[in-house]
């Protein structure tokens, strides 16, 4: 099914560049429902670094082992980086039920903080679903605590964006698992 995956991709590819006119359609990445949590240790997540080719709305596609190819017609609903910080602050809530997990505002240094840089995000052309990046943990006065890479493939269920959407969204569930695993430790009331 895999090799079939990336001719379908690319006349998907190609049909939507020929038709000029299409109309453009946004994806959010699915995952858990915002939760609130009163948890005995608070994590605040960082803004999310990406790299430049994946710091805009266009979906990114990777058509071989050298070339990328961002989409024109179908976008995230917003900048991909506030929409994954929020959509990683909501995974790892679930995932560790005794932390409040935070976007930073400003200059709260008022608890440890997780920096992620994404270094992939995208669709590959062997029908998988890419997450691939580093973190770093620091307490609340900037000293790190602990640090590591994430990477996560989820293979594409179906042919086109919507599944494209569907696989990252589980790749990104992935990380969050990777993370919650290695944050935990740190994370303790304890400690």
């Known amino acids: 099914m895999r090799h079939l995956l990336l001719p379908l991709l690319l006349f ?3 049909a939507g560049c020929a038709s000029g006119g299409a109309p453009t359609q946004r994806y ?19 803004p999310l670094q990406l790299v430049e080719y994946l710091n805009q709305e266009g979906i990114v596609l990777q058509l071989d082992d050298i070339s990328r190819h961002q989409a024109r017609e179908h976008r995230w609903i917003e900048a991909p980086g506030p929409h994954l910080a929020r959509g990683l602050r909501d995974r790892l809530a679930e995932r560790l039920p005794r932390t409040q997990v935070a976007l930073a505002q400003g200059g709260d240094a008022s608890a440890p903080r997780l920096l992620l840089t994404v270094e992939r995000f995208e669709g590959r052309y062997d029908g998988m679903a890419i997450a691939d990046g580093s973190w770093r943990l620091e307490d609340a006065a900037g000293q790190p605590l602990a640090r590591g890479r994430f990477h996560a493939e989820r293979p594409l269920a179906d042919d086109g964006y919507p599944a494209l959407v569907r696989a990252l969204g589980a790749s990104w569930d992935a ?9 935990a430790p740190h994370l303790s009331a304890d400690s």
């Not at 990445?29 to 608070?42: D, K, S, W, Y």
């Not at 990380?175 to 944050?183: E, G, I, N, P, S």
């Open 12 to 14: 998907a590819l190609l």
């Open 28 to 46: 959010a990445l699915p995952g858990p429902e915002p939760t609130t949590t009163a948890g005995e240790t608070r994590l605040l997540i960082a």
């Open 175 to 183: 990380v969050a698992d990777q993370l919650a695993t290695a944050l």
